[in-house]
């Protein structure tokens, strides 16, 4: 689990966001996340992928693991 502070430097949680993303390959990684927008969740892996590869998430949008 993974959980970052917004007080965290950026460059910190860059780094452990880049770090996550080497261990799980990209069909992994949308398997394991859904993609919550401001009026729907969406399961599409393209989509999640699109958001996760994002520097800064859009407002509004949320990264929710699977559990």
Not at 21 to 35: G, I, S, T, V
Not at 47 to 63: C, S, T, Y
């Amino acid at each position: 689990m993974l959980v970052l502070f917004r007080e965290t430097p950026w460059e910190e949680r860059r780094r452990m966001t880049l770090w996550l993303r080497d261990q799980l390959d990209d069909a992994d990684f949308a398997r394991a996340y859904q993609l919550v927008d401001r009026n729907h969740i969406t399961q599409s892996a393209r989509k999640i992928l699109q958001e996760a590869n994002r520097d800064v998430m859009r407002p509004f949008r949320f990264l929710i693991g699977k559990n």
